[in-house]
């Protein structure tokens, strides 16, 4: 053997020692840390910036891994935003993540017809503030004053999704976040009609219609009653007035109907003084395009349990559909 073949050899084995070396720290799972741990990644890093973070955070063992890594896997755009590292896991693997933007998220849902108490409860489930601190900005109606200056809170105007929070999102910005989509939908239908009336009945509506079918028709009860001086008997509205007065014990109590509170409509004509809840589109365009082929003043469910309702142009015949509904539930 040569002293050529003798040289050649040694860089090959040297060249497998480097690679199996490299294939080591590139794929082989590392924790330097004892809990979960976050990471903020801020727009514009370097790489080099934010392999410091994750070293310094014992996600990776050196900033020199992630270069590595990042030699191996060119071309991709690493992405900003918190992240959570929760087990061990290759520099490969971390490097993937957040060329995915794998960020770390809470998810917040909210059902059409929750009201700011509902998500109130629901917000501080996740964890990131307490249920005081939401309502005391939902009642902050600042944000939502140049569509409704009478608005009296962000109730009715906090729109129904899902909503994607960070570990930092403080109550204002979640308020935010949710009054955005509604200018979104607000906007996108056109409406000439005054908001704050409109939303307040959606509200209703929202509350009131089990089935899609039904929103324009419980749209237009309410609204032949207004326009008949009539009261609008909703039990929604006693029972939000309640929960105002922070006494709502789960059901409707005679106390509750008498109840003198502004938006106990069985006490008081008209609107209440603003949404009960926070509608849908669906409400929404319900309480815009109410059913004007009804002459219904009265509805009541029905008793087959289906969640749809029986609509009266008489009181008398809807005191027959409330005593036929009454002798079902005592069956």
């Known amino acids: 053997m040569t002293s050529f073949t003798r040289f050649c050899g040694a860089l090959g ?46 996600v990776i063992r050196s900033q020199w891994d992630f270069l590595l890594a990042r030699s191996a896997e060119r071309g ?22 957040i060329a995915r933007g794998d960020i770390f998220y809470y998810t917040l849902v909210v059902p059409e017809g929750k009201n700011i108490f509902d998500i109130a409860t629901a917000a501080a489930g996740l964890g990131l503030f307490d249920e005081r601190q939401f309502l005391d900005a939902a009642r902050d109606a600042t944000l939502i004053h140049d569509i409704d200056p009478h608005a009296l809170s962000l109730e009715g105007y906090l729109f129904p999704g899902t909503y994607r929070l960070s570990r930092h999102t403080t109550p204002q910005l979640l308020c935010q976040k949710m009054t955005a989509r509604f200018r979104e939908v607000w906007g996108g239908l056109n409406a000439t009609a005054n908001p704050h009336e409109t939303i307040t009945l959606a509200s209703l509506v929202e509350k009131e219609a089990k089935l899609p079918e039904e929103r324009s028709l419980i749209a237009a009860v309410f609204d032949n009653r207004l326009k008949l001086g009539m009261k609008l008997d909703c039990d929604p509205t006693t029972i939000y007035a309640a929960l105002l007065e922070s006494r709502y014990r789960g059901t409707i109590y005679r106390s509750d109907l008498d109840n003198t509170h502004p938006y106990n409509t069985y006490q008081h004509a008209g609107l209440p003084p603003g949404p009960i809840a926070n509608p849908g589109l669906a409400s929404i365009q319900a309480a815009l395009n109410p059913d004007t082929s009804t002459s219904a003043l009265y509805f009541v469910l029905r008793p087959d349990g289906s969640g749809g309702h029986e609509f009266s142009e008489t009181l008398a015949r809807h005191t027959e559909a409330v005593t036929r509904y009454h002798r079902a539930q005592a069956r």
């Open 76 to 97: 991709r755009v690493l992405k900003a935003g918190e992240y959570r590292f929760q087990k061990a896991d290759s520099v490969l693997d971390v490097y993937n993540r």
């Open 13 to 58: 084995l040297a060249a497998i020692g480097v690679a199996g070396f490299a294939g080591y720290r590139l794929f082989t799972p590392y924790r330097g840390f004892q809990q979960d741990t976050f990471v903020e990644i801020p727009r514009g890093a370097h790489t080099s910036g934010i392999a410091d973070l994750l070293a310094k955070a014992g």
